[in-house]
């Protein structure tokens, strides 16, 4: 049975800083694996879908990397803004999409 | 770009009583859909997949004769909370796959806005 954690659950970071999600899965059987975000009360956005041959997708100041073998993936977030501030999911598909428990995130002015 | 419209985006109704919430693709057609619940401060739960002209398939430890599941077409599927309870209470979130870009191997899930169910 798949799982997926995230870590670190909840961050704090001023303006400006560089920081770095975690994700990890037990089976490496996926097909992708996507981050998304979650703003309270709100439904998903995707930000980045990695195809299980692929190792890394960009998009603005968003970088995501997997690494299959090992059933690691990291979000990178370049230059946080308050605006970034919000609940990161991961999510793995084999045939179904499995969340992680989410790393809810705060960049203060 | 692909939209999935999800009705109603809030609810309240009394314990006993039961609720249906809609899951539609807009512009394209969904074989595939999938309904998950979310518990305030916790990840998304997957409560089942459903299939267009066949019975749903319910994850381990959901109660198929409590969270009814219809996909009668390909761009509507139905989630009926029956005779809810308080513990009922929950966001719940549909996704849907495009049939026709779905075929192509990546991951084409679009998601719906979500549906909040509060239960008194």
């Known amino acids: 049975k798949q799982e997926v954690t995230q870590i670190p659950a909840a961050l704090s970071v001023p303006e400006g800083e560089n920081l770095v999600l975690n994700c990890s899965f037990t089976d490496s059987a996926i097909y992708n694996l996507q981050w998304f975000r979650q703003d309270p009360g709100k439904g998903l956005t995707s930000l980045l879908l990695i195809q299980s041959s692929q190792r890394e997708q960009t998009s603005g100041r968003l970088n995501a990397s997997l690494d299959k073998s090992s059933g690691r993936s990291t979000l990178y977030i370049a230059a946080s803004q308050p605006g970034d501030s919000a609940t990161y999911l991961c999510a793995v598909e084999g045939g179904k999409l499995i969340f992680g428990q989410g790393t809810e995130l705060s960049v203060k002015p | 770009g692909a939209v999935v419209s999800q009705h109603p985006s809030r609810v309240i109704c009394k314990s006993g009583t039961s609720v249906k919430i809609e899951c539609r693709s807009l512009?394209?057609?969904?074989?595939?859909m999938f309904w998950y619940r979310q518990f305030p401060k916790q990840s998304l739960m997957l409560m089942a997949t459903?299939?267009?002209?066949?019975?749903?398939?319910?994850e381990q430890g959901v109660e198929k004769d409590k969270f009814l599941i219809n996909h009668a077409s390909l761009t509507l599927s139905t989630l009926t909370v029956t005779s809810a309870h308080p513990e009922d209470s929950s966001f719940y979130i549909c996704s849907a796959r495009d049939r026709v870009r779905g075929n192509s191997g990546a991951n084409v899930l679009t998601f719906g806005a979500g549906s909040r169910l509060t239960v008194l």
């Open positions: 459903s299939n267009e002209g066949s019975k749903a398939t319910y």
């Open positions: 512009d394209f057609q969904a074989t595939t």
